[in-house]
């Protein structure tokens, strides 16, 4: 269906237009409206750029399997359940994810800009791939924007002293407005996300200690025992009762909120989101408040630094310098995951020529 030509290296290194262009088609082929097609695929290359690869383009083989299951529905219309001024329900009937959060994160950001506040729930939604997208997204137009995302249908994650998964990552990303780039809290509740260990996995790299106990429950650095009766450990290492509580809050404001479910309770694979995003004028003089967030900034940076740290980084800044950096030189990506991308091209049609 397309032509796509590339310089094929050891390294696998390929600037963002080419990937972003390839993943379109690639999607497009999947069934999507083209427009779809492009929104998913900025989406998961604007991962890649931001140094989440666990979220980038190792993601198109398990979408088109996903595709092919019945599990994503490339062609369905996102319905809005119920409204009101300052609030909505939305069910994304298991079309693209970030289709559906996209569209909920430009409602709100209609319903903020009217009313000053607003909430969004969404169920039926597919992956929506990596979380912090959505509240940066409203904090560039000025919002303070947070977002609860559940996992539901498949658990990595055992509870708190238990050892078969429960509950899945459940990210929560908060993005608050600056004058330059927005900072950007966005974590998992489980102490790294599964597409970190999925990436390690194809790398042919052990884990970390602390990540992951096998079937058995004892601690393990094979990424591959995950996928074999294994699960992730909750954030905050030995305290860990913390990321699972936070982590139960998310399953229910996220899934039990929407209707999407919670955990294994449902067969259905997917997230279930719940948005909130709130002018800082409803409270105080914008400009004041971006005064507080320069100082608040400043004030942090300004502590004395460990022995062999050069400087104190905020939140979101780390991605912000390898965005820069990546689409300056490029983006790596390992054989493993870029042997995935060129069967899958082969199976769909859309050619991956090299160079001559």
Partial sequence: RANRCVNVTAMNNYTAKFLLELSTDLIEAMGSRREDAHIVAHHLVEAQLAGHDSHGIVRLAQYYAHACEGKVDPRAEIEVVRESPTTALLDGHYTWGQVTAMRAVELGISKAQENGIAALSLRNCYHVGRVGVYPLAAAERGFIAQVHCNGHGVCRVAPWGGTEPRLATNPVAIAIPTRGEPLLVDITTSVVAEGKVRIARNAGKEIPDGWVLDAEGKPTTNPTDLYEGGSLLPLGGREGHKGYGLSIIVDLLGGALSGAGCGKMTEKV????????????????????????????????????????????????????????????????????WSQVVELAGELGVEVKEAG
């Avoid at 050069?310 to 310098?321: K, S």
């Avoid at 820069?324 to 990506?333: H, K, N, Q, S, V």
């Fill in 270 to 337: 997917g997230n279930g989101l719940f948005i909130q995003l709130t002018d800082p004028a409803c409270f105080c003089d914008p400009e004041e408040f971006l005064d507080q967030v320069e100082l608040f900034s400043e004030y942090l940076r300004s502590s004395p630094l460990k022995e062999g740290v050069e400087e104190i980084l905020l939140p979101g800044e780390p991605e912000q310098r390898t965005a820069a950096l990546r689409r300056r030189e490029g983006i790596d990506i390992d054989d493993r995951t």
